[in-house]
């Protein structure tokens, strides 16, 4: 599906900018969080942030969905939101929540971005905006999913898509690491229920194939 960023709905902004307020307030209270869970004897912290009307709760190996989700979303509009300019900030904001494996390759492709001479010479920036997420206990995975664009200097719209993030993020010690990130195209995220409908479109797909030569 194309989108044109200039054609973003009234309602859709409203979203966005309502759920990355969340995030950004719930992120802004992590080394609050940390803290408080090694005071307390490792015991969970059940709070309720300002701005957000559930309560969220982190220990010191795990947390609620809430808290999982509001994590995820922050790191995915870290990520899609780059600039020449700002990408070194970003980069170093997302170390201290990164495994060093994932990371390393995280940062590679990001500067590599702002740093190609065609998003330099038009002044590109990305733009992702978060129109939903999940989060899958069993996996321990977040999912992100949104609208993102490459906007130029001259106010156009370069390349839009639907994108998707999707993230494995684990408490260690009350602090949220992302141990494993990828993005793929499309707003449907690939969880359990999505892999398993995969595999039986592929075991059939391979039936039909078989039987064709077999005639």
């Not at 929540?97 to 492709?109: G, H």
């Not at 990305?126 to 130029?152: N, R, W, Y």
Request: proline fraction near 4%.
């Amino acid at each position: 599906m194309k989108f044109l960023w200039q054609k973003t709905t009234w309602e859709n902004s409203i979203r966005a900018n309502v759920m990355l307020s969340i995030a950004c307030v719930i992120t802004s209270s992590i080394s609050l969080f940390s803290a408080y869970a090694a005071l307390t004897s490792h015991e969970r912290v059940v709070i309720v942030p300002p701005g957000i009307t559930t309560k969220t709760s982190v220990g010191w190996a795990d947390a609620d969905a809430t808290y999982y989700k509001s994590f995820g979303m922050f790191v995915a509009t870290l990520i899609g939101n780059i600039t020449p300019a700002n990408v070194e900030f970003v980069s170093k904001s997302l170390s201290g929540f990164m495994d060093s494996s994932v990371y390393t390759d995280v940062r590679k492709k990001m500067i590599a971005l702002a740093a190609s001479r065609e998003f330099r010479e038009t002044a590109s920036a990305t733009k992702f905006v978060p129109t939903a997420i999940a989060f899958e206990p069993d996996t321990h995975k977040v999912f992100v999913a949104g609208q993102m664009a490459v906007l130029t200097a001259q106010d156009t719209t370069k390349a839009s898509d639907d994108l998707t993030y999707e993230m494995v993020i684990k408490i260690s010690e009350g602090r949220p690491i992302v141990t494993a990130i990828s993005s793929y195209p499309g707003i449907d995220p690939h969880d359990k229920a999505w892999l398993k409908r995969q595999a039986e479109n592929d075991e059939a797909m391979k039936g039909n194939k078989q039987g064709q030569t077999q005639k």
